[in-house]
């Protein structure tokens, strides 16, 4: 079986970074040396194991991805960038006809979606890459739709922890809303509080120093209007490993659906956990 090519854009971004070095050690996939990155950026390349990448800002990518596609032929993009170039670059990616997993939180995502619908191109977006954390979220999606205002009455808190350089509001957290929402809980997106505090991270949250770099915490608190009940879900994620192996798993996924000519569908992480149309 020929190995899947894979662009990774948004090096020498942490979790980019990660990707890369889990893809580098998967006999599935083979890594492009060139990576779209921002303006800010003022290295022009990484070295990742052996192997340099070549970063290119904006103004040159459209020229330079020309010259990939004669060079490479069909490959797939992994997204990994920045809140801001969301947007914009699922428009480039559409323009060019490049498939895209999309693991980049932010930006507007009916906007995101209805994109790749209008294209030639299918994508895999979530707002979490991670298996098991993704598994938790239909579990929840399950509950809100079968026993509906289940916990009416209820208060709700939301806090999530992540590394001092992650911008926006968890995804998964707003994710998450949706279904407290369904569940009877009156609460906002605009009430999760976001903690990105290394101090209060280690001090009070108990996250271990080694991790303050690359972590996501969550505590979902439901608390009765008596306050004699309390009921809390939490999953606490040290390091990117488990984010970087499910976005291996969802470019394999989008990979299957690029050969059976699928175009103009957005799938998502539950999508690539049943393994619709792959078997």
């Known amino acids: 079986m020929s190995r899947i090519k894979i662009m990774i854009n948004g090096l020498p971004g942490n979790m980019a970074v990660c990707v890369a070095k889990n893809l580098l050690n998967d006999e599935r996939f083979v890594l492009i040396n060139h990576s779209l990155t ?3 950026i003022e290295q022009t390349e990484i070295e990742i194991y052996s192997i340099s990448v070549h970063l290119v800002k904006p103004d040159m990518r459209d020229q330079v991805i020309q010259k990939i596609k004669e060079a490479e032929g069909p490959f797939i993009c992994a997204d990994y960038t920045h809140p801001t170039a969301v947007n914009s670059n699922a428009d480039f990616y559409c323009k060019h006809q490049l498939p895209f997993v999309m693991g980049t939180t932010g930006g507007d995502r009916e906007n995101l979606l209805e994109t790749v619908r209008q294209s030639a191109v299918s994508a895999v977006i979530a707002p979490n890459m991670a298996k098991q954390i993704v598994g938790f979220q239909a579990m929840m999606e399950y509950a809100a739709n079968t026993f ?8 709700l808190e939301i806090v999530e922890s992540h590394q001092h350089g992650k911008a926006d509001t ?6 998450m809303v949706s279904y407290f929402n369904k569940l009877g809980l009156k609460f906002t ?3 999760i509080i976001k903690v990105r505090d290394p101090e209060i991270q280690k001090n009070e949250l108990g996250v271990p120093e ?3 770099g690359g972590h996501g915490w969550h505590t979902y608190r ?3 209007a008596d306050s004699s009940v309390r009921f809390v879900f939490k999953h606490n994620v040290n390091a990117r490993e488990i984010y970087a192996q499910g976005t ?3 470019l394999a996924y989008l990979h299957g659906k690029v050969q059976g000519g699928i175009k103009g569908e957005v799938f998502s992480m539950i999508d690539v956990l049943k393994g619709r149309g792959n078997k």
């Open 248 to 250: 291996l798993d969802a």
């Open 222 to 224: 439901l608390t009765s």
């Open 148 to 155: 509906p205002d289940l916990f009416e009455g209820y208060q």
């Open 38 to 40: 921002g303006p800010e």
């Open 210 to 212: 080694e991790y303050l």
């Open 189 to 191: 997106t605009d009430e």
């Open 170 to 175: 968890s995804g998964t957290a707003k994710a």
